[in-house]
């Protein structure tokens, strides 16, 4: 399977700990963005990396979240003191980046995602 | 600032019906569009995209989207419903740039096929 994978599927976790997700994307791109999606909305944009630069983050990415992609290929979202607030599904998606393969934007591939709860 | 809007968060159709999904998106800038599908506890699956080249795009499985740049719409259209088509559908908008690609999501239309 060359599609990205995230690893956990499910994680359940206490208030206050930390939990750290990671995400492998397809091999030849260089984009990678994290999105977070509650139930009944859309997923909405957390951050995202090119190469291994982290170029944009969302409001919603407080202190308690860090992001690192280390060697430009797999990604890790780690959020610390976790807080009931967080439980959501962790969508991890990634692309070419603009200007390869002919410009423009393109499409994201995405993940299965992690699905965290905190009790 | 970009968004994306939704109309109808709940669409139902019997096996063989017509599939109508609204999508309206504010941009300044000419938008890059898409539609995904997303099936429960899984993540999204592109159904299609719009990229400036062709106002009517034709997707996966069966499906296909219309861009009305005087409506500022994006309807994604399927002439007969399928069982399998029963998931959760999500427009989204994005742009390009150094700092873009990232995509703004509507709140999603749950679509039922009943048989």
């Known amino acids: 399977d060359t599609g990205v994978s995230q690893d956990p599927r499910h994680k359940i976790t206490k208030r206050g700990q930390n939990v750290t997700f990671r995400c492998d994307p397809i091999?030849?791109?260089?984009?990678l963005y994290w999105y977070r999606q509650t139930l009944g909305q859309g997923p909405e944009f957390l951050t995202y990396?090119?190469?291994?630069?982290?170029?944009?983050k969302s409001r919603l990415l407080s202190d308690r979240f860090s992001a690192e992609r280390p060697k430009g290929s797999f990604s890790t979202l780690e959020i610390q003191r976790t807080e009931q607030g967080d439980s959501a599904m962790y969508l991890c998606?990634?692309?070419?980046?603009?200007?390869?393969?002919?410009?423009?934007?393109?499409?994201?591939?995405f993940g299965p995602g992690t699905r965290l709860t905190v009790t | 600032a970009q968004s994306v809007t939704q109309l109808g968060s709940h669409v139902s159709v019997s096996e063989g019906a017509l599939v109508l999904l609204r999508c309206n998106y504010s941009s300044s800038v000419p938008p890059y569009l898409f539609w995904y599908v997303q099936y429960p506890n899984q993540g999204l699956q592109l159904l299609l995209k719009y990229t400036s080249a062709a106002t009517l795009v034709k997707g996966i499985n069966g499906f296909e989207a219309e861009f009305k740049k005087s409506e500022t719409s994006f309807h994604l259209t399927k002439p007969s419903a399928h069982m399998r088509d029963a998931a959760e559908y999500f427009c989204?908008?994005?742009?390009?740039?150094?700092?873009?690609?990232?995509?703004?999501f509507g709140q999603g239309t749950i679509l039922t096929v009943h048989p």
């Open positions: 989204a908008v994005s742009f390009s740039g150094t700092s873009y690609g990232k995509l703004t």
């Open positions: 990396f090119q190469n291994e630069a982290q170029l944009e």
């Open positions: 998606a990634s692309s070419l980046g603009p200007g390869l393969a002919g410009g423009g934007v393109h499409e994201q591939y």
């Open positions: 091999s030849e791109h260089n984009r």
